[in-house]
């Protein structure tokens, strides 16, 4: 049965880390997460300091949430963090109308899957609902992956955003079997279609984790942008369940 490993974005306990930041990766370690995903905050901490810190944890980097503008400027300590931590996989998203966008995107993400080619990284893009906009009849989703490199633009797919965007999150996981070494957990509230804990929705999650088995998904990370719960108590139920899903 395929190992793959459990993380989650930082995003989704932004304010408690914020507040705590070596504290919060402490008892995130004791919650049993191999990994965890950065997004613009590194607790005040320079690259080699933070990569000791979470060596000392037994904490992975499973990615990092990037800005495409980090490649052009020389200044920027992005790459210098992902090189110390050991980090694979960074990421960008975009927003917006992508009728008018997608060939923006699209040589976007082709300069930004060479440029992390070129440091010895892989480019992830990372969908929300936007990228089902349909475009001579086929989504601005698959138009991004048929029009870049497989090799230099691979998907870290959001099982939610697949959802909300209408489509069937275990069917595109399946799509980009060969192409999805990431994959966003993230679970819909039956009653406003807002973001609850993993398991308490209505994505079908044990079947993502199933259809992912047969990929080449290294990560299942947990996100959830907003909680109803203090953000810490909604990643420890998030976690625990993915935890149960992958048998542990």
Same mark, same amino acid.
């Given at each position: 049965m395929k190992d793959m490993k459990i993380g989650i974005q930082l995003y989704t306990i932004r304010e408690p880390l914020q507040q705590d930041f070596k504290g919060v990766l402490? +008892?995130?370690a004791k919650l049993g997460c191999d990994g965890v995903e950065f997004a613009f905050n590194f607790g005040g901490m320079e690259p080699d300091e933070l990569a000791a810190f979470m060596k000392n944890l037994g904490l992975n980097t499973c990615g990092m949430h990037v800005? $495409?503008? /980090? %490649? @052009? @400027?020389?200044?920027?300590?992005? %790459? /210098? =963090?992902?090189?110390?931590? &050991?980090?694979?996989?960074?990421? *960008?998203?975009? !927003? &917006?109308? %992508?009728?008018?966008?997608?060939d923006d995107v699209v040589a976007q993400c082709a300069q930004v899957g060479k440029a992390a080619a070129e440091r010895g990284l892989q480019f992830? =893009?990372?969908?929300?609902? $936007?990228e089902f +906009?349909?475009?001579? &009849?086929? =989504? $601005?989703? @698959?138009?991004?992956?048929?029009r870049t490199n497989p090799s230099e633009v691979k998907a870290e797919l959001d099982v939610y955003w697949v959802k909300k965007g209408g489509e069937c999150p275990v069917r595109y996981i399946r799509k980009y079997a060969d192409r999805l070494p990431q994959i966003h957990m993230k679970d819909m509230?039956? +009653?406003?279609? !807002? %973001?609850?804990e993993l398991g308490n929705g209505t994505v079908d999650l044990p079947g993502c984790v199933e259809a992912a088995r047969?990929? *080449?998904?290294?990560?299942? *990370?947990? +996100?959830?942008? $907003?909680?109803?719960?203090p953000q810490f108590e909604s990643a420890k139920i998030s976690l625990g369940y993915l935890k149960k899903l992958l048998g542990r």
């Open positions: 402490k +008892e995130l800005n $495409a503008k /980090d %490649f @052009d @400027d020389p200044n920027n300590k992005t %790459f /210098d =963090y992902a090189k110390a931590l &050991g980090c694979r996989y960074v990421t *960008i998203s975009r !927003s &917006g109308k %992508f009728s008018e966008i997608l992830t =893009y990372h969908n929300h609902a $936007a +906009e349909k475009i001579d &009849g086929k =989504y $601005a989703l @698959d138009l991004i992956y048929q509230d039956p +009653e406003d279609g !807002s %973001f609850t047969d990929t *080449i998904c290294e990560w299942l *990370i947990y +996100e959830q942008d $907003a909680c109803k719960r």
